[in-house]
C-alpha cells in the first residue's frame, strides 16, 4: 500500500492542483522523509510557473517514482492522513527525547522536550483561516447592516448577567476571559452560572474545576437550576419538597443541550488536556475554575510567574486555534490591594504574572460590596473592545439565588 505522502504527489500531479493543500497549510515537514524534498520541489516549481509540473517534468527530477492512481482519494481526506501521521511522528518522537532525558534523570528537561514536541504537532498542523478583506466585503457589509438593525444585541454567548451582556455583547470565539479575586468571593460560583447561561443558548459547554470535585460541582450546579440550598444536598437534609424539585427541573433539562463536568481534574491539569476535552466533545466553550493550580508544560514550578505566564499564553493560543471562548477564574492577591478598606482589584493584583493583563481579552474582578453584606461587585478591569464598567450580585445562598441588582433593587432586563 502506497504511503500517504506518495499518494498526495501522486494526486498533485494527476490533478495539476496544489491550491487546496495550500490553503490547508500543508507544508513540506508534514511529508516524512524524501517526499519532502518532492513537495518542495512541487511547490517551488509552483511558485516560478504559476502551475505544479506536469508528470514528465517530475519524472525528470525523481525518475524512481511511481504516479499513483488517485482518483478515488480526495484532497481532504488525504491532508487529514497527512496531518496525522505528522502528529504521531512528532509525539512518538518527542517521547522518545523524553524518555532519553529521564533516563539520565532530567525529568524538567523531559518535560520540556515533551511540551514543545506537542506543541509543535499541534502549531504546525492547525488550519489556516485567512480572510481576504477587500473580496470579502459584501459579507462584511451585510453583517455591519443586520447588526444597526439590532444595536445592543447580544452578539455571542450570553454570560448570564444583563450588565456584562450589555457591556460585552457576549463571549465570541477566540477570547480569553479571566476572572480574578480574593478568596471566597464568589467567582466559583460566577463561573457556573456563565457556563449555565451559555448552555442554556443551546451551546455545548464544559467546565473543571482544580479546586472542587466533580460531585460537588454537579451538586451546586443541580442546586443553581433547582432554587435549593446547596449544603441540604450535601449533608443530606433535602425535604420531600426539596426532592420533587431537584427530580423536576433534571427531567425538564434531559432533553438540553450537553454540559459536561470533567471528572478526573488530577488528569487534566494541563491545557493540553484541556484542549483535547474540547476536541472531543467538541464544545461550544469551555470554563476553568482555578487556572493559578494547574501545571505548566514546559516544566516551570507549578504557581510561579513563569508557569502562569506559560498558562496564560497556551490558553489564549487554545481559543484562537479552536475558535471558542475560554474563562478561567484566578486568585488576586491581598498585599497588591491599594485600598484595604474597599479591596478594590485592579488587573496587576491578579496572581505573580502580569501574563493575565497581557493575554486577556477581559479581565473581571470580583470583590466583596464593602457596605452589603450579601452583594458583591464584578468590575471590568481590563477589556480589548469593552468599557469600563461594574455590575453588582445579591449572593442567596439559601435559594442559590444570584440577581445582578441595583440600589432600587433587582435589575430589570426592560431596563437594558
Known amino acids: 500500500m502506497a504511503a500517504v ?24 515537514i508534514h511529508f516524512a522523509g524524501e517526499w519532502e524534498k518532492m513537495y518542495q520541489f512541487i511547490l517551488d516549481h ?50 522518545s527525547d523524553a524518555m532519553g532525558a529521564l533516563d539520565k534523570g532530567k525529568t524538567s528537561d523531559a518535560i520540556t522536550l515533551l511540551a514543545e514536541g ?38 455571542g454567548i450570553p454570560t448570564g448577567f444583563y450588565g456584562l451582556d450589555k457591556i460585552t455583547h457576549g463571549l465570541r470565539p477566540g477570547q ?26 443551546g451551546k455545548r459547554v ?17 442546586a443553581l437550576k433547582a432554587g435549593i440550598n446547596y449544603d441540604n444536598i450535601l449533608s443530606g437534609n433535602l425535604s420531600q419538597q426539596e426532592m420533587d424539585r431537584l427530580e423536576y427541573v433534571m427531567k425538564r433539562n434531559r432533553n438540553s443541550e450537553d454540559f459536561f463536568l470533567f471528572e ?28 493559578y493550580l ?27 486555534d479552536l475558535h471558542i471562548p475560554i474563562v478561567g477564574t484566578t486568585q488576586a492577591l491581598g498585599w497588591k490591594l491599594h485600598n484595604k478598606r474597599t479591596r478594590a482589584l485592579t ?30 461587585i464584578v468590575r471590568v478591569l481590563d477589556a480589548r473592545s469593552a468599557p469600563r464598567a461594574e455590575f453588582h450580585i445579591q449572593f442567596e445562598w439559601d435559594t442559590m439565588s444570584f440577581e445582578e441588582v441595583t440600589d432600587d433593587g433587582p435589575l430589570d432586563p426592560a431596563f437594558l
Not at 214 to 219: P, V, Y
Not at 367 to 374: Q, T, Y
Request: with cysteine.
Open 347 to 376: 488587573s496587576d493584583a491578579l496572581g505573580f504574572t502580569t501574563a493575565f493583563q497581557q493575554d486577556g481579552d477581559l479581565i473581571l474582578g470580583v470583590e466583596r460590596n464593602p457596605d452589603i453584606d450579601n452583594r458583591a
Open 264 to 291: 478526573d481534574a488530577s488528569g487534566l491539569t494541563t491545557v493540553s488536556a484541556l484542549r483535547g476535552k474540547i476536541k472531543e466533545y467538541e464544545l461550544d466553550a469551555l470554563y476553568v475554575d482555578g487556572v
Open 5 to 28: 505522502e506518495h499518494l498526495l504527489i501522486s494526486k498533485i500531479i494527476e490533478d495539476q492542483d496544489i491550491t487546496d493543500l495550500i490553503k490547508e497549510g500543508v507544508r513540506p
Open 206 to 222: 464544559g467546565v473543571v474545576s482544580q479546586e472542587m470535585p466533580a460531585s460537588e460541582q454537579s451538586a451546586r450546579y443541580d
Open 46 to 95: 509552483n511558485s516560478k510557473h504559476g502551475v505544479v509540473p506536469s508528470e514528465r517534468q517530475f519524472r525528470q527530477k525523481y525518475g524512481d517514482v511511481d504516479i499513483e492512481d488517485t482518483s478515488q482519494e480526495t484532497f481532504s481526506g488525504l491532508t487529514e492522513e497527512l496531518f496525522g501521521a505528522y502528529r504521531k511522528r512528532m509525539v512518538t518522537g518527542a517521547m
Open 176 to 201: 480569553w476571559i479571566i476572572i480574578g479575586g480574593e478568596q471566597k468571593r464568589g467567582k466559583s460560583i460566577i463561573l457556573l452560572i456563565m457556563a449555565d447561561a451559555a448552555q442554556i443558548h
Open 118 to 155: 506537542l506543541d509543535e504537532a499541534r502549531a504546525s498542523t492547525s488550519t489556516v483561516r485567512d480572510i481576504n478583506i477587500i473580496t470579502s466585503w459584501e459579507d462584511r457589509l451585510k453583517n455591519y447592516d443586520e447588526m444597526r438593525k439590532t444595536p445592543n444585541a447580544l452578539r
Open 294 to 320: 494547574m501545571d505548566d508544560e514546559q516544566g516551570e514550578d507549578k504557581g510561579s510567574p513563569q508557569a502562569l505566564r506559560n498558562i496564560s499564553q497556551s490558553f489564549k493560543r487554545c481559543t484562537m
